[in-house]
């Protein structure tokens, strides 16, 4: 019986968490394991590594590769999608802080009616 608090499936749902075997993560992807070496030796993506030198990929890593796979499909070098995801990334956060600013300057300030 597994104590109540420390079930080991809720890493599952960890984005960051390396759950996934490079086989595992090439099938979800559809692409072949050679595909995710190659991100890994331009240093686009960073697996961990099991004990036994074995790539493991999280959930985020996964988005990541198809994000790239992606460009890669419509054209773009390695080196061109490494910077355009980066810069998708940079603007979604942009925009998250200019929306979290936005909503604290309608709030009313203490001491107002």
């Known amino acids: 019986m597994i104590p109540e608090g420390s079930d080991?499936?809720?890493?599952l749902d960890?984005?960051?968490?390396?759950?996934?075997?490079?086989?595992?993560?090439?099938?979800?992807l559809g692409v072949q394991a050679a595909f995710l070496r190659s991100l890994?030796?331009?240093?686009?993506?960073?697996?961990?590594r099991s004990p036994g030198g074995h790539r493991r990929y999280s959930r985020q890593q996964l988005v990541l590769a198809a994000r790239v796979r992606v460009l890669?499909?419509?054209?773009?070098?390695?080196?061109?999608a490494e910077v355009i995801v980066g810069l998708q990334d940079e603007l979604a956060s942009a925009?998250?802080?200019?929306?979290?600013?936005?909503?604290?300057?309608?709030?009313?300030?203490?001491?107002e009616p």
């Open 95 to 111: 925009r998250a802080t200019l929306s979290r600013l936005r909503d604290r300057s309608r709030r009313p300030l203490d001491g």
């Open 72 to 80: 890669l499909d419509d054209g773009h070098p390695l080196g061109s």
């Open 40 to 48: 890994d030796s331009a240093g686009v993506l960073h697996p961990h």
């Open 8 to 11: 080991p499936l809720r890493r």
């Open 14 to 28: 960890d984005p960051d968490y390396p759950a996934l075997t490079m086989s595992q993560a090439a099938e979800l």
